[in-house]
């Protein structure tokens, strides 16, 4: 029977059934479900790391052992895991080796538009990618296949397109090859030079092999119809060039992107009149396929930012222009997404937004990172994970030179609990031993909330559900450096409290931490102990001043009808914020209303 | 049913929608229906726009709807119809959660919300379906199950009777969800 499954549940399933045993992964939109549905299998190990580089080192140990293995992370992940990655290439693998790249076209929830493909030439490694459900649950298994035979890591790489539609998925049985032998082999497991030189040429080697058998694998298929019309395409633009063209074009459908079969590209240009090269972002393979001196249209047509979709394929292959039934006078008002009602970053924010004319914020990732936003703007910069205090810390050794109006702007570093974990430990360390008195401030809500709530290190238990120490961020704070007298914990549902600590964060002359601590409202325990807590509005009191609004809590409405503020009983779970704020006091605790 | 048709719910994060096309997707597939369902979940996880998109039929590729062709469109939050207009087909279907969730850039005044715009389109649009499922949740005795009232509805307009929908229902959630959600179906369907 079939199921329905997304292209994350297939993966993970695909791993399953190929035997995987030990599974290492940091979430990111749009990979976090490999994991979260892997992690809920018998008989293997999973576990949250908390980086990308620490995961495929993790998955890179238990390969060598003679296990299968994969790593999975979201393209920019793969830039935090590039130093294994790269090397591992020459160390090749013994168990079967995948790492796992979800890209985002169209970055509906990320930085850039990275094309991973590029990384796998750059590693001289195989890529596969599949175009839906099933082909993650095949490709998976094909994957680890590949990788033992060839004796290298495979890279998966899928699109949030893939990721997240589900299609019907025949799920078959699971089946652990035994544990390989492990015997000690420095030449191929230490890459000092004198090894290194000797495995590149190997690599080299293995490459065209690799290139033979992608011109014969069925992964590179081959659909002969109407052949005026020949299209190379891979991933989700086969299924959006299939939708449009149906029996009207030929197909070479690529699902085995490195090495690119050659001479099956060479063929199936021959007897085509027009070759056209239709895939998302980089010309990755029109390039190479343009270097064999074939002629094709590729980039000429294609865009290479955001991502396709069959409209566009029609407009730009077929000239037909796509039409709107309705033409809309009237606008759906702007939905951004916000910092939920409840949410323990508002208070924090509220607080910190007074001093945007006197502070630089340098930023990081994560749900905070839209206190940029109105009403807050309290964000300056954002660049990857990890790297709020280190700008910071460069901002304010470069300022301490500069002679203008700016030069008086200190420095606070935003991050978030799960991302000081992944990389802001080391930022802190390089800040305080440095002596550059910058105040960090570290958004504690116990969980990485904006990927959906995985456990990382401070929640006291596993990705397959164990007890575990929970890791003290006051200690490794400590530990880092910073002195006991200029660390302080919040609770940022205390105004009073945070802008008195904020207050000490920017008179500081020394490296200063503030931890502000209060779980994310939208923990399932913390919703069920809050869910009864409510605030409400006296509309006797109320004057309509908006203070309250301009928290930019969703709770709050506006009731039009007798211009006074509402509270949204659903949403709101009691954080008092709005209370704290109203120079009228016609916010009230509702206390434990139902 | 159709050869092939085109779902799409459009709501805010947190009300639903997702779930709502599970147990649609479910259905169809146990039909013997090919299925391809999309999602795009985007930052935070709440109060954003949301939409997921199911595509049913013989045999689909693209998981995503084109403009102009979807045969339904269901706005789980009244303003986000509007998002949307431009996908329906132009005899299709629009049902209307006539349920306001007004976002933070409507109160700061940096964004209208258009109010009145059922008013507007109520000649343009033949197959228009408005109705509040959140208070017919809420009389039901739990508003979460405004998003299986749809359903219900979706169920009636787009005549899937052929489908056992409460057994799908029993499938896709936890038994103690069971009950309340089979009411919340028929007072959807009863609309």
């Known amino acids: 029977m079939k199921v329905l499954m997304t292209g994350n549940e297939a993966l993970a399933r695909g791993a399953y059934e190929a035997g995987v045993l030990v599974a290492s992964a940091y979430p990111g939109t749009p990979s976090t479900e490999i994991m979260e549905n892997f992690s809920q299998y018998e008989g293997v ?256 047509l294609f865009p290479i930012c955001g991502e396709f979709s069959p409209e566009l394929i029609r407009e730009k292959l077929l000239k037909i222009p796509s039409t709107s039934t309705y033409e809309n006078e009237l606008q759906a008002p702007l939905r951004p997404p916000v910092l939920c009602a409840g949410c323990p970053h508002r208070g924090l924010y509220q607080e910190l937004g007074k001093y945007k004319k006197k502070a630089f914020f340098s930023g990081d990732i994560g749900c905070y990172t839209l206190g940029y936003l109105p009403p807050f703007e309290a964000m300056d910069l954002s660049i990857d994970m990890g790297a709020s205090i280190t700008a910071a810390q460069g901002f304010q050794r470069a300022n301490e030179w500069a002679t203008d109006s700016q030069d008086t702007l200190k420095p606070f570093a935003l991050i978030g609990d799960s991302t000081f974990f992944h990389s802001g430990i080391t930022g802190l360390i390089n800040m305080t031993y440095n002596q550059t008195p910058i105040t960090t401030i570290i958004l504690d809500n116990s969980i990485t909330a904006m990927t959906g709530h995985q456990e990382n290190p401070g929640t006291g238990i596993s990705a397959m559900g164990n007890i575990a120490d929970k890791l003290s961020i006051e200690n490794l704070v400590l530990a880092c450096g910073i002195k006991k007298e200029n660390l302080v914990v919040i609770d940022p549902y205390n105004l009073e409290e945070t802008k008195k600590a904020i207050k000490a964060g920017f008179d500081a002359v020394e490296p200063y931490v503030i931890i502000s601590r209060r779980e994310c409202a939208l923990i399932k325990e913390i919703q069920i102990q809050r869910a009864h807590q409510k605030c409400q509005v006296n509309w006797d009191k109320c004057r309509f001043c908006k203070a309250c609004i301009r928290t930019g809590c969703p709770a709050l409405q506006i009731n039009q009808e007798v211009n006074k503020v509402q509270i949204d009983s659903v949403q709101c779970n009691g954080c008092t914020v709005c209370l704290q704020v109203c120079p009228f006091k016609a916010i009230e605790k509702g206390g434990d209303l139902a | 049913m159709k050869k092939n048709m085109n779902i799409l719910l459009a709501g805010v994060g947190g009300q639903g929608t997702i779930l709502t096309s599970k147990i649609l997707s479910n259905g169809f597939l146990q039909q013997g229906y090919d299925v391809k369902m999309a999602e795009i979940h985007g930052m935070a996880q709440r109060g954003g726009s949301v939409t997921t998109q199911i595509r049913v039929g013989d045999q689909i590729f693209s998981p995503v709807i084109e403009k102009g062709q979807a045969d339904i469109i269901v706005a789980f939050e009244k303003s986000e119809a509007l998002r949307w207009l431009d996908y329906l087909k132009p005899d299709g279907i629009l049902i209307v959660n006539d349920y306001m969730i007004e976002p933070f850039t409507v109160s700061l005044g940096i964004s209208p919300y258009p109010y009145t715009f059922l008013n507007e389109y109520s000649q343009k649009i033949k197959h228009l379906h408005v109705f509040n499922a959140f208070k017919t949740a809420q009389d039901l005795g739990n508003a979460k199950s405004m998003n299986v009232v749809l359903l219900g509805a979706i169920v009636k307009y787009l005549q899937l009777d052929m489908i056992d929908w409460p057994s799908v229902i029993q499938d896709q959630l936890p038994e103690k969800h069971v009950a309340i959600n089979m009411k919340a179906f028929h007072a959807g369907y009863q609309q």
Not at chain 1, 208 to 227: C, Q, R
Request: negative net charge; glycine residues 6%; contains cysteine.
């Open chain 1, 45 to 300: 190990y999973a576990e949250w790391a908390p980086n990308e580089k620490v995961a495929a080192e993790v998955a890179m140990g238990a390969a060598v052992r003679g296990v299968r293995s994969f790593a999975s992370m979201k393209h920019v992940g793969l830039n935090v895991a590039a130093d294994p990655f790269m090397s591992f290439a020459y160390h090749g693998s013994n168990g079967g080796f995948v790492i796992i790249t979800a890209d985002e076209p169209n970055m509906h929830s990320s930085q850039n538009e990275q094309d991973n493909r590029l990384f796998s030439k750059l590693a001289k490694v195989v890529c596969l990618e599949p175009s839906d459900s099933q082909e993650c649950l095949d490709y998976m298994k094909a994957a680890f296949e590949i990788s033992e035979t060839f004796d290298t890591t495979v890279m998966i790489r899928v699109t949030t397109r893939i990721c997240h539609s589900k299609s019907p998925v025949m799920m078959g049985e699971r089946k652990v090859p035994e544990v390989k032998v492990f015997s000690k082999n420095p030449e191929k497991y230490i890459m000092v030079p004198a090894h290194s030189r000797k495995r590149h040429p190997v690599i080299e080697e293995n490459l065209l092999k690799l290139a033979s058998f992608s011109d014969k694998t069925d992964l590179n298929g081959i659909e002969y119809f109407d052949t005026k019309v020949g299209i190379i395409c891979n991933g989700i633009s086969y299924q959006y060039v299939k939708e449009v063209m149906g029996d009207q074009a030929s197909y070479l459908k690529i699902g085995f992107s490195n090495p690119l079969p050659e001479m099956k590209i060479r063929e199936f240009a021959s007897k085509v009149d027009t070759l056209y090269v239709i895939e998302e972002n980089e010309p990755f393979m029109e390039m190479q396929i343009k270097s064999w001196g074939i002629h094709c249209i590729g980039k000429d």
